[in-house]
């Protein structure tokens, strides 16, 4: 573990179909900066490291898969909540990672294909104004659910759209959450 660091969290599970139990792990830094994120804002924050550690069957160790210093959100960066990082967890070989604001929440779900870990799926939704609109999106099969309505309504209407994208984006090309417009104002 580097010096000044901790783990804010971790989740264990086969990520690479070897049925061995993988690793992933948010380090955050102990101490308070401004740190100039991606999109050219100034966070005053603590930096989070997302790490993914395959095991190694025949020493027991850990090795390095991936390591991203950007897309895992910072304190302060969640609006009026400020903590918008919840979790990380490992189910059925897929990296899941989650960030929930106040009135909203989004689910990014990461695989490993290709020797990369790629964006198969992401759902984002939340109320506003009485209003609540949900977007669960599965790049492998290029769909999108779109649902919509009031709160109180009983049934909400919903809508398939076709999601436009030539390729799977990788967890590496991911600099931060709600950068990438995959539909018209439907922001990942």
Known sequence: MPENWFVKDSAQGDLN???VADRALV??????INEVRPDS?????SPRVLLILFKNPTSGGYELTL??????????????EPEPYRKISIKNRVLEIVF????????Y???????DFKLIGATSGGT????????????????ALHAWGGISDKNLKQEWKAVPTAKLRSL?????PFQWEVLPNVLL
């Open 17 to 19: 179909g070897d049925k």
């Open 172 to 176: 590496k090309e991911m600099l931060m």
């Open 67 to 80: 390591q991203n210093n950007s897309f895992i959100l910072r304190h302060g960066e969640g609006g009026m």
């Open 27 to 32: 380090l955050e830094l102990k101490a308070t």
């Open 100 to 107: 929930e604001f106040v009135r909203s929440s989004a689910t």
């Open 41 to 45: 804002s100034v966070n005053l924050g």
């Open 109 to 115: 779900k990461f695989r490993y294909q290709q020797n």
């Open 128 to 143: 506003s104004g009485g209003q609540i609109e949900s977007w669960d999106i599965n790049f492998s099969t290029k769909k």
